[in-house]
């Protein structure tokens, strides 16, 4: 066993083994009835890629707290670049795969689109499992501290199931790392959903016929990409070329003699070289030439590239329906672990802590089909429902792709 001298070391062993079992725990959902969905209404592999990438956020996590807990550092970005991009790599993916999903409602631009239907939707889609957590986590609070809930926090609630900030509840200033800090992402969601995605599919409609429809995404990906240089509140220019390599993604996908040739085998290898790289000579995702190796990787997925038979297992597919779940409740299992159950986790040598991982990702799986089950799965269906009910045509009014993604 290698020494533990920060909070990495371990990992190298135990992290592709919990890629593993997490997917052997789906296979075994799989086996036991859990829903998946119908092939053929999926566009790539987009499905099987989700499970992976909010796997690779509790592997990333699970690095901070060991951090925190055994070399007593704060809560910050690991320094190994691999480790680190577990986060903001999975997270960048997870942009792309919303842009490119999201991408056929720009197709059919601003005034062929039932615009109050696609936001119920998405409602219906997001903030059920946001609302569970919150309330689980001031369950939480409450259990550590004893205090009790006032108006103050009726306000502090509405701001994370929105997405806008995560303020204290219940006067705990670290309410927020019981989830990881993760909904500033779905603030960024929100972002796409409310703004860019209308505006372009608005400038779709100016340019059909007169400029190839890939101008509309390349000109967001150029604008965004020369934006960095000025100073936009939440970094909006560092993300928003994410949505747009999706949106390109979809449109490369488009061509058949393209498509055919991301998905052979050899793609496969040069696809996952080049995200192999990116992760390894960069410390994050967002400046150009990690973003072309994640991109080239996210691209090859959506045309259909199963990686070598990964993301086409039911195990893959499995996690791919628990992703959301698994990425938004990820942070209770670790924090409880970390904190509530220290004395336990402080008894393991250091070199040995990552033993712990694979047993808390099958946790998370379990729970995450659980949520899936009693809150995400009625959820999507009463935003289709109600959204059908809404176009007056009584049935669901759902995207192009039929592909759930947040995020």
């Keep these: 066993m290698p020494t533990f001298d920060h909070p990495f070391a371990a990992l190298v062993l135990f992290a592709p083994l919990t890629f593993c079992v997490a997917t052997l725990a789906g296979n075994a959902l799989a086996r036991a009835g859990f829903p998946?969905?119908?092939?053929?209404?999926?566009?790539?592999?987009?499905?099987?890629?989700?499970?992976?990438?909010?796997?690779?956020?509790?592997?990333?996590?699970?690095?901070?707290?060991?951090?925190?807990?055994?070399?007593?550092?704060?809560?910050?970005?690991?320094?190994?670049?691999?480790?680190?991009?577990?986060?903001?790599?999975?997270?960048?993916?997870?942009?792309?795969?919303?842009?490119?999903?999201?991408?056929?409602?720009?197709?059919?631009?601003?005034?062929?689109?039932?615009?109050?239907?696609?936001?119920?939707?998405?409602?219906?889609?997001?903030?059920?499992?946001?609302?569970?957590?919150?309330?689980?986590?001031?369950?939480?609070?409450?259990?550590?501290?004893?205090?009790?809930?006032?108006?103050?926090?009726?306000?502090?609630?509405?701001?994370?199931?929105?997405?806008?900030?995560?303020?204290?509840?219940?006067?705990?200033?670290?309410?927020?790392?019981?989830?990881?800090?993760?909904?500033?992402?779905?603030?960024h969601e929100w972002f796409f959903y409310l703004l860019v995605l209308p505006a372009c599919a608005i400038g779709m409609d100016l340019v059909r016929g007169r400029l190839p429809s890939w101008s509309i995404p390349a000109a967001l990906l150029i604008g965004a990409l020369t934006a960095r240089a000025i100073d936009v509140p939440r970094n909006i220019p560092t993300y928003l070329p994410l949505f747009a390599i999706g949106m390109l993604a979809f449109?490369?996908?488009?061509?058949?003699?393209?498509?055919?040739?991301?998905?052979?085998?050899?793609?496969?290898?040069?696809?996952?070289?080049?995200?192999?790289?990116?992760?390894?000579?960069?410390?994050?995702?967002?400046?150009?030439?990690?973003?072309?190796?994640?991109?080239?990787?996210?691209?090859?997925?959506?045309?259909?590239?199963?990686?070598?038979?990964?993301?086409?297992?039911?195990?893959?597919?499995?996690?791919?329906?628990?992703?959301?779940?698994?990425?938004?409740?990820h942070g209770i299992v670790l924090a409880l672990t970390f904190v509530e159950g220290r004395a336990w986790v402080d008894r393991l040598p250091v070199s040995w802590v990552g033993v712990i991982l694979p047993v808390l990702t099958i946790l998370a799986v379990l729970v995450t089909a659980v949520t899936y089950l009693i809150i995400e799965r009625p959820g999507i269906r009463a935003g289709r429902y109600l959204s059908g009910w809404w176009t007056g045509r009584g049935r669901p009014a759902v995207g192009a792709t039929e592909l759930e993604v947040a995020p």
């Excluded at 080049?274 to 990690?290: C, G, K, T």
Aim: charged content about 10%; hydrophobic content about 55%.
């Design 36 to 187: 998946l969905p119908d092939t053929r209404q999926r566009i790539g592999h987009i499905d099987g890629l989700r499970g992976y990438l909010a796997l690779s956020v509790l592997v990333h996590h699970f690095v901070v707290w060991t951090g925190i807990t055994r070399l007593n550092l704060g809560w910050a970005a690991p320094a190994d670049n691999v480790l680190n991009q577990l986060g903001p790599g999975a997270v960048a993916l997870f942009f792309m795969t919303t842009g490119f999903v999201f991408y056929p409602r720009v197709l059919t631009g601003w005034r062929a689109n039932r615009w109050v239907a696609v936001y119920i939707g998405r409602v219906f889609r997001i903030v059920p499992l946001v609302a569970a957590s919150v309330v689980t986590i001031a369950l939480i609070v409450h259990w550590r501290t004893g205090a009790a809930a006032g108006w103050r926090d009726v306000r502090a609630a509405a701001l994370w199931i929105s997405s806008w900030s995560q303020p204290p509840l219940l006067g705990y200033s670290s309410a927020s790392r019981l989830n990881a800090h993760v909904l500033w992402s779905l603030w």
């Design 251 to 329: 449109e490369i996908a488009r061509h058949a003699n393209v498509k055919a040739r991301l998905r052979g085998g050899r793609a496969a290898a040069v696809a996952g070289l080049s995200l192999a790289v990116a992760m390894s000579m960069f410390h994050e995702p967002f400046h150009i030439v990690p973003l072309s190796g994640f991109a080239l990787f996210f691209t090859a997925v959506a045309c259909g590239n199963p990686m070598g038979g990964l993301l086409a297992t039911r195990g893959a597919r499995v996690l791919g329906e628990c992703s959301y779940g698994l990425y938004l409740l």
